[in-house]
């Protein structure tokens, strides 16, 4: 026979504002409310060991944004990062708002969150953060908490530090970045070699054949032509080269300097030279190459009778240099067409991948590089790049 709990008689009083079922006992009831009771105590348990060891910040709060619970996690992410004050622990964060615990910045765009989350009803999912300049970053989901009645109570919060993924992810953006520059690139050297070369060579082999049937060292000397063009073809693909295969980091270079520099090379008894401003920019030994080019595009095809090289700084932590010649300009059609690989224009064309060339070596750098006209004439091209910072310099 079971045995029946023996009950005083405020615990009946008690026990009576339980609705039960007619055909339940006290002590049934008694039983049903201990393993309820037991249940909870399991549930809090686990609870407590998830949020004393999950790894990432997860956080609870009413409606007036106070926090009600915060697992080890939230303590100690936000001491290294967000804290106005090191040392917190967990309950010393409880019924503290994040306009008490954190910066200022932070804490206007959680409190912002936070409003919405409550008004709204809405779930807030994987949010980004970023958080200079230790430059972590964090995902943040919050969701509203209801009570029995479908009334949001607070929220809770789970941040997950994504620093890790971050970087992964940009490297691999670098990486299929640079796969597909080589894959480019490669492409483009295997159409010179098989195109642009095999056609100077085919232009040798016919003088030399002309040669032998008519003997006339004309046809001798018009062989100087294809084989100039095809050294000059070489080295500009020993300069893509270098593109393909440069991994050095950028450094500060004198825009001026390099520019001094380059017009005393290609120094011209017919063309007038000035130079306007300076700056210090993020780059390499290319960037010779690319001052070359374009001044000596100016010079060879425009017939210009003056070049001004003009350096100022932008808006945008950049510096931007100006080759401004006062020549025959460019037509629209041609400018659509300038940094496209192979593109010869004019009589005195090159090998056409000058340019192209410039283009990469100035994309290698993050910066840009554009064509206008020079009103009322001649041509204007703009390279912008990104300043060094004082500590670089």
């Known amino acids: 026979m079971k045995k029946r709990i023996q009950l005083d008689n405020k615990t009946l009083e008690i026990l009576s504002a339980f609705k ?69 622990e967990p309950q010393d964060m409880i019924g503290k708002t994040d ?73 691999l953006k670098e990486s299929t970045k640079a796969l597909r520059n080589l894959s480019e690139s490669l492409m483009i050297i295997n159409t010179i070699l098989r195109h642009d070369i095999l056609n100077y060579l085919t232009q040798v082999i016919g003088f030399l054949d002309l040669y032998k049937v008519e003997r006339d060292e004309f046809y001798l000397e018009r062989v100087y032509t294809p084989v100039q063009r095809a050294i000059s073809l070489i080295n500009k693909l020993g300069e893509l080269e270098k593109l393909i295969i440069q991994k050095e980091p950028l450094k500060p270079y004198n825009l001026r300097e390099i520019s001094e520099t380059v ?24 960037l010779y190459s690319v001052v070359e080019n374009l001044v000596g595009n100016a010079i060879i095809h425009a017939h210009t009778e003056s070049i001004e090289l003009i350096i100022s700084e932008t808006e945008d932590e950049y510096y931007e240099l100006k080759i401004i010649d006062y020549g025959i300009g460019i037509t629209d059609q041609i400018k659509k067409k300038l940094f496209q690989p192979g593109q010869k224009f004019g009589k005195k064309g090159g090998t056409g991948y000058g340019l192209y060339i410039v283009k990469k070596i100035i994309q290698r750098y993050e910066g840009e590089v554009k064509v206008e006209d020079n009103l009322p004439r001649g041509t204007i091209f703009s390279v912008k790049l990104k300043k060094a910072n004082p500590i670089q310099s």
């Open 99 to 171: 306009e008490e615990l954190y910066k200022p910045e932070l804490a206007e765009r959680t409190f912002k969150d936070d409003l919405y989350v409550i008004e709204s009803k809405n779930v807030i999912i994987n949010r980004e953060e970023h958080t200079p300049p230790d430059g972590r970053y964090f995902s943040t989901t919050k969701a509203p908490i209801f009570n029995k009645k479908g009334y949001v109570t607070g929220l809770v919060g789970i941040t997950y530090d994504i620093t890790a993924l971050k970087v992964t992810e940009q490297e």
């Open 263 to 286: 017009l005393k090379n290609l120094l011209s008894p017919t063309v007038k030279f000035n130079i306007v401003g300076e700056g210090i920019v993020l780059a390499d030994q290319a």
């Open 20 to 88: 039960k079922h007619p055909q339940q006992s006290y002590d049934e009831v008694i039983s049903i409310l201990i393993s309820d009771l037991n249940d909870t105590l399991t549930n809090n348990v686990l609870f407590n060991a998830l949020m004393d060891h999950l790894p990432a910040s997860v956080y609870f709060k009413d409606r007036e944004g106070r926090h009600l619970k915060v697992c080890k996690a939230t303590q100690k992410d936000y001491n290294e990062i967000y804290c106005k004050r090191f040392g917190l």
